[in-house]
T-cell receptor, first 113, second 114 residues
């Protein structure tokens, strides 16, 4: 069964600090891995998409890494801001169709002043 | 640019009542459309997807149904709601044939069944 596990489940950090969120997956075959940011009560918004051949991808202060051999990904947030408070969801695609997506439960990040 | 709309934003319904949630996409043609449910503490669960008008695929057996009467309109329905239907419903779209199939989500509908 395809699975995506995220850790930690929740995280509290001080504004200005860095943090790293983890994602482990057992999805086969593998097409791509996505990170989404979901503000409370809103729809998820895409941060990055990485294919098998991509190790690192950045989007502003967000940097995602992918190790396809160990089936692990991380999302690093630099110099956190209060607006970074949200849930971060790791999603793995098993093929070309979006109906083949497996979603993690997300990491809830709270940035406090 | 493309936008996706969902309504209503919130809904409180009694058990046994009918349901109709609507999703529309602007700025694109022939999108793939999706309905997800997000329960508290759980990942997004795909309910239905559609690759064209009148073409609906169901991922899980349930009390819900979906329809796509127009190219950019997707409707989620139920004849009789159950308590377990409560949740956050998200509509999403992507462009068929794209290499990543990057998915774009609507703002969601919070459904509470009492």
């Amino acid at each position: 069964k395809n699975q995506v596990e995220q850790s930690p489940q929740s995280l509290i950090i001080l504004e200005g600090k860095n943090c790293t969120l983890q994602c482990n997956y057992t999805v086969s075959p593998f097409s791509n891995l996505r990170w989404y940011k979901q503000d409370t009560g809103r729809g998820p918004v895409s941060l990055t998409i990485m294919t098998f051949s991509e190790n690192t991808k950045s989007n502003g202060r967000y940097t995602a890494t992918l190790d396809a051999d160990t089936k692990q990904s991380s999302l690093h947030i630099t110099a956190s801001q209060l607006s970074d408070s949200a849930s971060y969801i790791c999603v793995v695609s098993a093929g070309a169709g979006s109906y083949q997506l497996t979603f993690g439960k997300g990491t809830k990040l709270s940035v406090i002043p | 640019s493309q936008t996706i709309h969902q309504w209503p934003a919130t809904l409180v319904q009694p058990v046994g009542s009918p349901l109709s949630l609507e999703c529309t996409v602007e700025g694109t043609s022939n999108p793939n459309l999706y309905w997800y449910r997000q329960a508290a503490g759980r990942g997004l669960q795909l309910l239905f997807y559609s690759v064209g008008i009148g073409q609906i695929s169901s991922e899980v057996p349930q009390n819900l149904s979906a329809s796509r009467p127009q190219d950019r309109q997707f409707i989620l329905s139920s004849k009789k709601l159950l308590l377990s239907d409560s949740g956050f419903y998200l509509c999403a779209w992507d462009q068929s044939g794209s290499s990543y199939n990057e998915q774009f989500f609507g703002p969601g509908t919070r459904l509470t069944v009492l």
